[in-house]
């Protein structure tokens, strides 16, 4: 659950599966001498403060896309057009164009190249307005190379 203090930031053109959980907060303190809900299981109470664990936000990056019943932990990034598999468990972070899966997640491999991954994280497509998304659309769901020939800007050489 997320709150003002352990936020969930999630990007632009994120596909999100049915059952992905965000945990913002860790669950359970490991630093008491009983990590079981005492006050509100036995006594019927609200948590101590103490005891709601540490609050650590989540932040998911643009395009990026979660499987059904992914576990994100606390204090996770996400990083631009990964790929988290179904049932994953991600407990650190995963660099953008990453695909994870497994519990605990692991990256088993990367979408593109790192050359192609640098261009696109320059593109920054998700940053367009709709009417250029819509306008894009074939180029953006088409072959990887067309779009980045036709939307990557060489960085200007400096001035010799």
Not at 35 to 57: E, K, N
Not at 63 to 89: F, L, Q, S
Not at 113 to 127: C, P
Request: aromatic letters at 10%; hydrophobic letters at 45%; glycine letters at 8%.
């Amino acid at each position: 659950m997320a709150s003002a203090d352990a936020p969930l930031s999630v990007g632009s053109y994120c596909s999100i599966a049915s059952g992905v959980q965000f945990y913002c907060k860790s669950g359970h303190v490991h630093d008491c001498a009983t990590s079981f809900p005492i006050h509100f299981i036995v006594l019927g109470q609200p948590m101590p403060d103490a005891s709601l664990g540490h609050r650590r936000g989540i932040s998911v990056g643009n395009d990026v896309w979660i499987g059904r019943y992914a576990a994100i932990m606390p204090g996770i990034t996400i990083g631009d057009g990964a790929v988290i598999g179904a049932h994953a468990v991600v407990a650190r972070d995963i660099p953008p164009y990453a695909v994870a899966v497994g519990n605990p997640a692991r990256i088993v491999r990367y979408r593109f190249d790192d050359q192609t991954i640098s261009k696109l994280l320059a593109i920054r497509w998700w940053d367009w307005d709709l009417e250029k998304v819509k306008a894009e659309a074939d180029a953006l769901t088409g072959p990887i190379d067309a779009f980045i020939a036709r939307h990557f800007q060489k960085p200007a050489s400096a001035p010799t």
